[in-house]
């Protein structure tokens, strides 16, 4: 079955940098887009970044500039590189296949 695995959350302090990593199994990876959503406490799950099979790249205005959506399709692992880090961005990061399957989520906390 579908499985997303997301981990490289943490605390870090404002203006510094984070990876997040989300692998996947259950499915032809390399085939599908696969997207970054963030959900801060108490509003509402948005969308983050995408990158299509051929790598492509989307972000949310919020990101743009600041954060890097990537994948390693031997891996079977889509990354977000995020730098310049602000207390906003303070979030429970999610990666997904279809909007159908969802990890677990890693929070992600900037605060100095």
């Known amino acids: 079955q579908v499985q997303l695995v997301e981990s490289g959350g943490g605390l870090v302090q404002p203006g510094g940098s984070l990876r997040l990593s989300c692998v996947a199994s259950?499915?032809?990876?390399?085939?599908?887009?696969m997207r970054w959503y963030r959900q801060a406490p108490g509003k509402e799950r948005e969308l983050v970044a995408t990158?299509?099979?051929?790598?492509?790249?989307h972000y949310a205005d919020s990101v743009k500039g600041r954060f890097t959506i990537s994948r390693d399709n031997a891996r079977n692992t889509v990354y977000l590189q995020m730098n310049s880090l602000k207390p906003e961005d303070t979030a429970v990061y999610y990666c997904?296949?279809?909007?159908?399957?969802w990890g677990q989520g890693t929070l992600v906390t900037v605060s100095s």
């Open positions: 997904t296949h279809r909007g159908a399957y």
């Open positions: 259950g499915f032809i990876f390399s085939s599908y887009i």
């Open positions: 990158i299509d099979r051929l790598s492509s790249t």
